[in-house]
C-alpha cells in the first residue's frame, strides 16, 4: 500500500469492547467476551475490535481513551454489584462481576467526556445509567406493572434471541427515532432480568417498551453518539445469521459505526496535523 494513502482510508476505526472476568468450572480465570459482540463491531459497526480485559485500576483510562474510536458495551449472565447504586443487597442467586464494574463503570464516564462514541447493549445499558448515577430494578418481573422481561431458557439459543417479544416505542425527536424513523413501534427481543428504575441525570429516553419500562436512553450533552439499548441487536451479526433478518437492529450499528468513523477521521487528521506542525519546527 502507498505510503502517501491518507491515513483515514488505511485504516479501520479502533472500537474497544468490553470483557468479562470469569473462571471456568475448574479451569484458571479468563476474561470473557461473546463473539457475536466481536462480529458486531467487525460486521455491523465496520471497525477494527479491540478487547478490554477487567483489569480495573490497572487499565490507564486517559491512555486508552485517547486510542478508541468507540466503546461498545456487552451483555454479561452476571449483574451490577447494587453498592454501586446503594441498591439492596443481591438474592443468592444472582450471579456478579466486580472485576468488570471495577473497569466498565468508570471506564463509560471516561469514554462519555471524551467524546468516544459509545453504544451499551443489555448489561452495558444498565451500566451506562449506573456510572452515570442512575439506579436499577434487579428483578423487573417482581416489580408490578411489568411484564418478565427474561429470556424462555428451556427454548434454543437461536429461538431466544430471535424472538421478537414485545414492542417498544421510539420517542419522538430522539437519536433512535433519528436512526430509525420508519416507524415509531418496533418489536424487539427480550433477554433481561434487570432494568432502569430511576434514570440517571443527563440522560434521555429513546425507547419505552409496552409495560412503561425504559429500553433505551441516550446521552443528552455527549460530545458524540451515545446511546443504550436494553435488547440484543448484535444477534443480527450472530455468525449464524443473515444479514437480512433485521433492519432495525442492523440501522443502529451502522449509525453507531458512523460516528466511530467520524472520531477515527478526526482523531488522525489531529495527530496529522501535529506531525506537520512539528517538522514545520524543525
Not at 22 to 36: M, N, S
Not at 62 to 79: I, W, Y
Not at 110 to 132: K, S
Amino acid at each position: 500500500m502507498s505510503s502517501d494513502l491518507p491515513l483515514s482510508c488505511a485504516t479501520l476505526p479502533l472500537i474497544g469492547v468490553n470483557a468479562c472476568s470469569q473462571r471456568l468450572p475448574e479451569k484458571h480465570p479468563f476474561f470473557i467476551v461473546g463473539e457475536k459482540y466481536v462480529r458486531a463491531v467487525s460486521e455491523g459497526a465496520g471497525g477494527m475490535p479491540l478487547v478490554i480485559p477487567a483489569l480495573g485500576d490497572q487499565i490507564p483510562l486517559p491512555q486508552l481513551v485517547a486510542q478508541l474510536d468507540g466503546l461498545l458495551l456487552t451483555g454479561s449472565p452476571s449483574n451490577i454489584e447494587p453498592h454501586h447504586y446503594d441498591g439492596e443487597p443481591s438474592a443468592p442467586d444472582s450471579e456478579h462481576d466486580p472485576s468488570r464494574d471495577a473497569t466498565t463503570l468508570p471506564l463509560v464516564r471516561a469514554a462519555v467526556a471524551a467524546g468516544v462514541p459509545v453504544l451499551g447493549i443489555c448489561r452495558g445499558f444498565q451500566e451506562m445509567n449506573v456510572a452515570l448515577g442512575g439506579t436499577l430494578h434487579q428483578k423487573v418481573h417482581e416489580v408490578p406493572g411489568y411484564r418478565d422481561h427474561r429470556e424462555d431458557k428451556t427454548t434454543s439459543i437461536n429461538d431466544q434471541y430471535n424472538t421478537l417479544a414485545h414492542p417498544v416505542t421510539l420517542q419522538p425527536g430522539g437519536l433512535l427515532a433519528s436512526i430509525w424513523p420508519h416507524e415509531a413501534d418496533v418489536m424487539v427481543n427480550s433477554l433481561h432480568g434487570q432494568g432502569v428504575r430511576d434514570l440517571a441525570p443527563g440522560l434521555q429516553v429513546e425507547a419505552i417498551a409496552d409495560d412503561g419500562l425504559i429500553e433505551a436512553f441516550s446521552v443528552q450533552q455527549a460530545k458524540r453518539f451515545a446511546l443504550a439499548v436494553q435488547w440484543h441487536p448484535e444477534w443480527q451479526w450472530h455468525p449464524d445469521k443473515g444479514v437480512g433478518e433485521f433492519p432495525f437492529y442492523r440501522a443502529i450499528l451502522k449509525a453507531f459505526g458512523d460516528a466511530c468513523r467520524e472520531r477515527h477521521a478526526q482523531r488522525l487528521a489531529t495527530q496529522q496535523s501535529g506531525k506537520q506542525t512539528t517538522v514545520g519546527m524543525l
